[in-house]
C-alpha cells in the first residue's frame, strides 16, 4: 500500500521568512513523488516532481529515501504563496495518484 | 489551463437521488480520472480510466460507478446518493500513467 502523510493542516509564516512544508511516505519500492498546490480561485496544479529536481517558484524539494520524506522549501517566503499545498505519491508502474491530506500555507504580511 | 470542463459546477441534491457528474477534455489524453476533496482527508480517488471502456476504482469507489464511452467524456455517477457523498469533486487528465494531472475547476455536490 502506498501513504503520504503531511502532519500539518495548517501552517503560518511571516513573509521572507524560510518555509518548509513536511512530508512523509511509505511505499516499499521506488516512488515517485510529486508536489500540487491550489492558490485561491485556481486550479490544482503540479508545483514539481522529484524527477525533474528543478526550482519552481524557489521552491525546492529533495526526495531522501532513509527519511521517506520529501519536504518542500523556501529560503524566503512570499505573499504570493499562501495556498493549499499537496504532497503525492505513484508507485513505479502504477497509475495511481495517491496524495495527502494537504498543508494550508499562509504568509503574514 | 488544459481543456478540462466539469459539469455541473455546482449541485444540490436529496439523499437517495442519482446523480450525474461529467468530465469533458479537449487535450485527447488517454487518462482519466476522479478524485473527491474533504476536509482532513485531502484528495481521494474514486475511479480511473486509461482507454475508452477501461476503468479501474480506487480507494473510495464504494456507491460510484463511472462510464467511458468516448475518449474525451468520463462520467462519475452516484447510484443513490447520501449525505457522506457532500464534497467537492475534481476531475483530472494525463497523458500517460506517469505523467503529471491537469485537473479541472471541480464540482461541489451538496446531498441534503
Known amino acids: 500500500a502506498q501513504r503520504v502523510t503531511q502532519p500539518e493542516k495548517l501552517l503560518s509564516v511571516f513573509k521572507g521568512a524560510p518555509v518548509e512544508l513536511k512530508c512523509n511516505y511509505s511505499?516499499?519500492?521506488?516512488?515517485?513523488l510529486f508536489w500540487y498546490v491550489q492558490y485561491s480561485r485556481q486550479r490544482l496544479q503540479l508545483l514539481l516532481r522529484h524527477i525533474s529536481r528543478e526550482s519552481i517558484k524557489g521552491f525546492t524539494a529533495d526526495l531522501n529515501k532513509g527519511e521517506t520524506s520529501f519536504h518542500l522549501k523556501k529560503p524566503f517566503a512570499q505573499e504570493e504563496d499562501s495556498a493549499m499545498y499537496y504532497c503525492a505519491l505513484r508507485g513505479r508502474g502504477n497509475e495511481k495518484l495517491t496524495f495527502g491530506t494537504g498543508t494550508r500555507l499562509t504568509i503574514i504580511p | 489551463d488544459a481543456g478540462i470542463t466539469q459539469s455541473p459546477r455546482h449541485k444540490v441534491t436529496e439523499t437517495g437521488t442519482p446523480v450525474t457528474l461529467r468530465c469533458h477534455q479537449t487535450?485527447?489524453?488517454?487518462?482519466m480520472y476522479w478524485y473527491r476533496q474533504d476536509p482532513g482527508h485531502g484528495l481521494r480517488l474514486i475511479h480511473y480510466?486509461?482507454?475508452?471502456?477501461?476503468?479501474d476504482k480506487g480507494e473510495v469507489s464504494d456507491g460510484y460507478s463511472v462510464s467511458r464511452s468516448k475518449t474525451e467524456d468520463f462520467l462519475l455517477t452516484l447510484e443513490s446518493a447520501t449525505s457522506s457523498q457532500t464534497s467537492v469533486y475534481f476531475c483530472?487528465?494525463?497523458?500517460?500513467?506517469?505523467?503529471?494531472?491537469?485537473f479541472g475547476s471541480g464540482t461541489q455536490l451538496s446531498v441534503l
Open positions: 483530472a487528465i494525463s497523458e500517460g500513467a506517469s505523467e503529471k494531472l491537469f
Open positions: 480510466s486509461y482507454g475508452v471502456k477501461d476503468t
Open positions: 487535450e485527447n489524453h488517454r487518462y
Open positions: 511505499y516499499s519500492g521506488s516512488p515517485e
